[in-house]
Nanobody, 118 residues
């Protein structure tokens, strides 16, 4: 059974940092493209960051570029999202998602809350 479990969220002041983790079981992350999404209250879920399969290539939403860094530890079957210089507008539930390939279904985690106060 595939399971993605996010952790590391919390409540912080603007300018602080957090590191989110997404631990996988039931699948081998190196075979999947991994993404972080977020959803703020009253808004649609939006893309945050992507990391490729074995290549480790990354892509980021413009709103987080230069502040967030996505990485993966294939030995631990875990991906991370390092979030620096957090802003109140980063407040959202953050989800990790795994996709085997283009057009394939996403596997989703349950989400972790990030709250940034000014």
């Amino acid at each position: 059974q595939v399971q993605l479990v996010e952790s590391g969220g919390g409540s912080v002041q603007a300018g602080a940092s957090l590191r989110l983790s997404c631990a996988a079981s039931g699948l081998t992350l190196i075979n999947y493209g991994m993404r972080w999404f977020r959803q703020a209250p009253g808004k649609e879920r939006e893309f945050v960051a992507y990391i490729g399969m074995s290549s480790g290539s990354t892509a980021y939403a413009d709103s987080v570029k230069g502040r967030f860094t996505m990485s993966r530890d294939n030995a631990k079957n875990t991906i991370y999202l390092q979030m620096n210089s957090l802003k109140p507008e980063d407040t959202a539930v953050y989800y990790c998602a795994a996709q085997l390939g283009p057009g394939q279904k996403y596997y989703w985690g349950q989400g972790t809350q990030v709250t940034v106060s000014s």
